[in-house]
T-cell receptor, first 114, second 110 residues
């Protein structure tokens, strides 16, 4: 079954404590990305990766890092989380190209920073 | 001004009603247009996808794109309680970057 798997699904952490949200896909997709979803703002892209070792900033990259050492994994790293990073995070993967009908989303990770 | 504008609702209609959801956009470079459905505490799932002006039908759902007016719509016929969800319009810019509307929360009342 085609899947994008994120962990953890739910996390409460404290300001400044580094955390990593993992994302893994089993479809051999080249393109992966991270979005955050906030009330009234929809989903906004944080970072994306077009292939292994190729990453770039999206619209709201401040406070986040990513890495793409393997094709299947694209972790999101919060080096020093702050309360304004409390949000619902989604990882997505796709084959690539300009079409939009191959984009798959994970189930989401609810992150609360206190 | 946001690149994609969508009325956040909430929208509440009786079962069986026709639902119309809309988005406007400002960027003429958008080429591909999608509608996603998102149930509570779940990731968005692709509902409809189109890349040209006109209508595309899939069962009870019809997606409409008017590029000249920069306006897209999703119509749901014979709405069911199971259609209750948040509906997000999205557009492709460049290589696989999705630009989303704010999402419309829809409730279908039995």
């Amino acid at each position: 079954e085609a899947q994008v798997t994120q962990n953890p699904r739910y996390l409460i952490t404290v300001t400044g404590k580094k955390l990593t949200v993992t994302c893994s896909q089993n479809m051999n997709h080249e393109y992966m990305s991270w979005y955050r979803q906030d009330p009234g703002l929809g989903l906004r892209q944080i970072y994306y990766s077009m292939n292994v070792e190729v990453t770039d900033k999206g619209d709201v990259p401040e406070g986040y890092k990513v890495s793409r050492k393997e094709k299947r994994n694209f972790p999101l790293i919060l080096e020093s989380p702050s309360p304004n990073q409390t949000s619902l995070y989604f990882c997505a993967s796709s084959l690539g190209g300009n079409s939009g009908n191959t984009i798959y989303f994970g189930e989401g990770s609810w992150l609360t920073v206190v | 001004q946001k690149e994609v504008e969508q009325d956040p609702g909430p929208l509440s209609v009786p079962e069986g009603a026709i639902v119309s959801l809309n988005c406007t956009y400002s960027n003429s470079a958008f080429q591909y247009f999608m509608w996603y459905r998102q149930y509570s505490r779940k990731g968005p799932e692709l509902l409809m996808y189109t890349y040209s002006s006109g209508n595309k039908e899939d069962g009870r759902f019809t997606a409409q794109v008017d590029k000249s007016s920069k306006y897209i719509s999703l119509f749901i016929r014979d709405s069911q309680p199971s259609d209750s969800a948040t509906y997000l319009c999205a557009m492709i810019q460049g290589a696989q970057k999705l630009v989303f509307g704010q999402g419309t929360r829809l409730t279908i009342n039995p």
